[in-house]
């Protein structure tokens, strides 16, 4: 049995690595007692899997993970002990899908994030954020291990917008261009001559390749 | 919610999840007018204090309280310390982010001499006065417990209260003594004139140090009249089950020992001449397999995680360990949960067992003759035999073991060259059997040990023997061959057997920048001998000197029960190579705690009969 499930971290836990949400999620679900299953081979693992890593320091209000039971288990059950360990917890569980066991894996479905970004400082965002939405082509510098090469970003975002100073945008995130907020930002900066500095982010949702933003849960 | 300011720093630092909390089954209470707060402390970092199982009991005993609420801190890495010092970041605990100067009580623990420069570090980064004499009626009461309080007197000036033996039963005592002064309105001095109410309980600033002419002990002066002249050590009769941390709590990141620790049984009675452990956490109790089965079922649940280590001084030594082993497996195994046994004895049973649970075997087994002849392993009442170890090796070999660890210690009393002869000669009859690699510790003497009158062999015979044994060894390839730094050592053998003088060398230490000291890449020795030389102190008194039989020692005011006469009858038998019996089979060999305490020995088969 194939599902996507959906939690919400508290801010508290934004520097947990990738690999340390990895184990919690694995131990929640140890202790949720659901019925995991394993890969095969001389160190069996279990079938998991985040959909998009995210750098040290983001909250996330939409993790997703991608996970194998061994053995069937109703979705009643399934949604009451997932809330039953989550509760008094920094996680809440937000929501879960059953999938096809042959579907791709969620993470390579995945082709937008939601952003949210605290902005410090008064100012211009809001008028950078309209010069960046009226311009034909914006470009910015991408700079990656191997290279730096210049990327137009205006197919790269989708529904940006300001409220009092904190910025929302949906950013591609995946292949060719995985566009990161700190990056948006510092393109922002660029159009209106100041510095953005993000006091923090969160991402707000996940969106799957598809023509209009579908939410994995959708 | 992470305060700002601590969340700022948080991109700075490696492994910034140390410092963030929010972990599964941590404990957050609401904040009671009367409720005692206690910060518990442990002077090392977050991965190695969140794997102490002492700390888990005392955060559950505490708040299980409803009167009181524990947090944890721990010693901050130095790249945050250096943040929090220059950001003005107070240290915090990390349920509530409270600064540790608002709690009723700090309580560190003691469990070895080299994090003691350590609790400077956390006292100066939480703006607490280091010298108990400097604090006022504002600071929290600094408490210490754990084994190195059985020789406190180093660290008598930084400590407003030290607790010696089990703490389950203490703690809460101490607690209330607290609520109750708090209540009274009573001043710090009359709230540890109380504390000296409560058995276990040792205030070292109502004691003052006399010291002879040679500058050896001569004992201490009660400022009190009503002050006990010994502290005896607190012990509990039967262990509860309640005091099994069956919760606890889960980190993020990876700790040391990141499972189900479960202690087993308490005490070790086998009588090794050099262990202090195997002296002051007498007399040996044992959880009965029942208790224990539902425990780790418990903890299982409650975590998530994938083993459960069976943690004891002599895991095998408990009467009922192979039935408890068989129904931990039977009862587990079916939830993918593994049982390790971490500390094997030197014999086929041991070896057996452990092959039943190992699920992968190609790891390999540890196992601990500590000296290379006989004769040696006499002296210090290791019953181990070289055809035992032998037999083992043999067994594990043939249950599909690939390798095996052999720990030795180096530089135990009457040890000559011909003894390491004989070491060799073990390590080469063992790697004809399977690859091994030889682990050598330096011999450090405690106090209450019938060791400590010994001198600990100086630093350079110690690395002389070191280098005879790597140079013989090294071009044997079966033979894997590591020694830790004897310098380290040397300090430990001054710290575990100083006085109070030495306070001023600690402190002069951590001021010439000490710390982390148990951490190699952090050990400063060069510091630490201009320290002792500022104070005017020479280490090798404390750490290379044969004391006399009649000599008093100044930690002979916290007693772990076991008297002074056993030890010395102890000391004499090593000198003959006699051995003494292990009393959890039996017969009592009058170590002296058991009368002295009031307790006995408590084993699965004594019950049963
Ligand atoms: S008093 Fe006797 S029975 Fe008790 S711990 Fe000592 S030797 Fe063992």
């Known amino acids: 049995m194939r599902l996507w499930l959906k939690f919400a971290r508290s801010a508290q836990l934004a520097y947990i690595s990738h690999l340390d949400t990895h184990r919690a999620y694995y131990r929640l679900f140890r202790r949720a007692n659901l019925p995991l299953a394993f890969s095969q081979g001389f160190n069996p693992h279990p079938i998991l899997s985040l959909a998009s890593p995210m750098p040290l320091g983001y909250r996330s209000e939409a993790d997703y993970v991608d996970l194998c039971l061994a053995e069937p288990l109703a979705m009643s059950h399934l949604l009451e002990r997932l809330q039953r360990v989550t509760l008094q917890t920094e996680f809440s569980f937000l929501g879960a899908r059953m999938v096809k066991a ?116 959708d | 919610m992470i305060p700002k300011e601590i969340e700022r720093l948080l991109p700075q630092v490696t492994k910034p999840a140390r410092y963030i909390g929010g972990e599964i089954n941590a404990v957050r209470k609401d904040r009671g007018a009367d409720q005692v707060r206690v910060a518990l402390a442990f002077p090392d970092t977050y991965e190695v204090g969140m794997s102490h199982l002492g700390l888990k009991i005392l955060y559950k005993v505490i708040n299980d309280l409803p009167y009181a609420a524990a947090e944890r801190v721990f010693a901050p890495w130095v790249d945050m310390a250096a943040k929090m010092n220059a950001a003005k970041v107070k240290l915090y605990a990390l349920e509530s982010f409270s600064p540790i100067d608002e709690f009723d009580l700090v309580g560190f623990t003691l469990q070895y001499e080299l994090s003691y420069t350590n609790i400077l570090l956390m006292l100066d980064l939480s703006g607490i006065p280091l010298l108990a004499k400097d604090r006022g009626e504002q600071h929290p009461l600094i408490i210490a417990g754990g084994p190195t309080a059985y020789n406190v007197e180093p660290l008598a000036d930084v400590l407003d209260a030290v607790v010696l033996g089990e703490g389950e039963e203490v703690v809460v005592e101490i607690i209330q003594a607290v609520q109750k002064g708090k209540a009274d309105g009573s001043t710090r001095k009359e709230m540890l004139e109380r504390l000296t109410g409560v058995k276990g309980v040792y205030v070292p600033s109502l004691y003052e140090p006399l010291y002879h002419e040679d500058a050896t002990w001569r004992g201490l002066k009660r400022k009190l009249p009503h002050l006990p002249e010994i502290v005896e050590k ?94 931990l497996v039977d009862k587990l195994s079916c939830e993918g949960v593994n049982i390790s046994l971490p500390s094997l004895r030197v014999d086929s049973f041991s070896v057996q067992l452990a092959a039943e649970v190992a699920r992968v075997r190609k790891s390999g087994i540890t196992l601990a003759p500590e000296a290379g002849s006989q004769r040696l392993r006499d002296v210090i009442n290791k019953q181990v035999t070289a055809e035992g170890l032998l037999a083992s090796l043999q067994g594990a070999k043939r249950l599909g073991f690939k390798s095996v660890k052999l720990y030795f210690m180096l530089g135990l009393p009457t040890e000559t060259k011909h003894d390491l002869d004989e070491m060799l000669g073990l390590i080469a009859r063992a790697a004809a059997i399977l690859p091994v690699a030889v682990s050598v510790s330096s011999f450090v003497p405690k106090p209450h040990t019938p060791f400590q009158w010994e001198p600990q062999a100086a630093m350079q015979v110690l690395e002389e023997r070191q280098q005879y044994l790597r140079e013989r060894l090294r071009r044997d390839r079966r033979v894997k061959f590591v020694y830790h730094d004897a310098s380290t050592s040397f300090l430990e053998a001054v710290f575990s057997r100083g006085d109070r003088r030495l306070g001023k060398v600690l402190i002069a230490a951590y001021r010439l920048g000490c710390k982390f000291d148990a951490w190699g890449e952090h050990f400063r020795y060069d510091l630490w001998m201009e320290a002792f030389a500022e104070v005017g102190l020479d280490p090798t008194w404390y750490a290379n000197r044969e004391r006399h039989p009649a000599e008093q020692f100044p930690w002979e005011h916290l007693s772990p029960g076991v008297t002074r006469e056993f030890l010395l009858a102890e000391k004499e038998k090593a000198g003959l190579a006699m051995l003494t019996l292990d009393c959890a089979a039996g017969t009592c060999v009058d170590c002296g705690v058991c009368p002295a305490l009031a307790v006995g020995t408590v084993t699965e088969r004594g019950r049963g009969q």
């Open chain 1, 102 to 217: 042959d579907r791709k894996p969620l993470a390579a479905e995945v082709a937008w994030t939601d952003y949210e970004v605290q902005v410090l400082g008064q100012g211009s965002l809001a008028q950078a954020v309209q010069a960046f939405t009226g311009a034909e082509e914006v470009h910015f510098l991408k700079k990656s291990k191997s290279s730096t090469k210049l990327v137009n970003a205006k197919p790269l975002v989708r529904d940006v917008r300001v409220e009092d100073n904190r910025l929302r945008a949906v950013l591609s995130s995946s292949e060719p261009v995985f566009f990161r907020p700190d990056e948006f930002l510092a393109l922002l900066g660029g159009l209106s001559g100041e510095e953005y500095q993000a006091d923090y982010v969160v991402r707000k949702e996940l969106y799957l390749r598809a023509e209009s933003l579908m939410a994995p849960l």
């Open chain 2, 234 to 327: 607190r012990v509990v009769a039967e262990l509860s089950p309640n005091y099994i941390p069956t919760a606890p709590v889960l980190p993020y990141t990876e700790i040391i020992h990141d499972r189900v620790l479960l202690e087993i049984f308490r005490g070790c009675a086998r009588g090794c001449r050099f262990c202090q452990a195997g002296m002051t956490y007498r007399p040996v109790r044992e959880f009965s397999t029942h208790t224990l089965v539902l425990a780790a079922q418990a903890a299982i649940r409650n975590t998530g995680y994938e083993e459960v280590s069976l943690s004891s001084l002599s895991t095998m030594d408990h009467s009922g360990i192979e039935t408890l082993v068989r129904e």
